[in-house]
């Protein structure tokens, strides 16, 4: 459905967009049921670096074939769209045309309706004509923000 607070409210008041990156915490509850030697850590970018020798380390670390590659070893996953949809207003266009009656209803409607209904609804966005400083500038400001409060 997306968020509705404003940005910092979200922050403020929601954990799950603040708590992400305090791996120790996290961990803590399995170094504590498991020890260490039950845990493996790695992190992305030690993994990037170094993708085949890393995957080595774990599978030995595992106990399986530490030469099996997997076929995908190498491939972009997960990579930014050309083109996003944001989402226009409150989002109740957005959320319409995503209901099952409005699927149900779409073949039987003029298609110029549909295009308009989803020019309303939300804009294409490029994210490489978006200004990359933005989110820096919003950055420090947000956590002083958060630490204010």
Known sequence: MGER????SALRSDPRYTDVSHYARQLSAYLHCGGRECVYTLTLEVLLANPVVKLQRLYAWL???????PPT?????????NV????????LLDRLRRTA?????????????CRVG?????RPVRPGNVDASQPRR???????????S
């Open 84 to 91: 996003i949809e944001q989402v226009r207003g409150f989002g």
């Open 73 to 81: 070893l190498g491939a972009p996953d997960n990579v930014l769209a």
């Open 101 to 113: 009656t409005y699927r149900r209803a779409w073949p039987w409607l003029p298609q110029w309706l």
């Open 63 to 69: 106990g399986v074939d530490a030469s099996f590659r």
């Open 118 to 122: 989803a020019h309303l609804a939300a």
């Open 5 to 8: 607070r404003t940005l910092l």
């Open 138 to 148: 919003l950055r420090a400001p947000t956590r002083r923000l958060i630490a204010g």
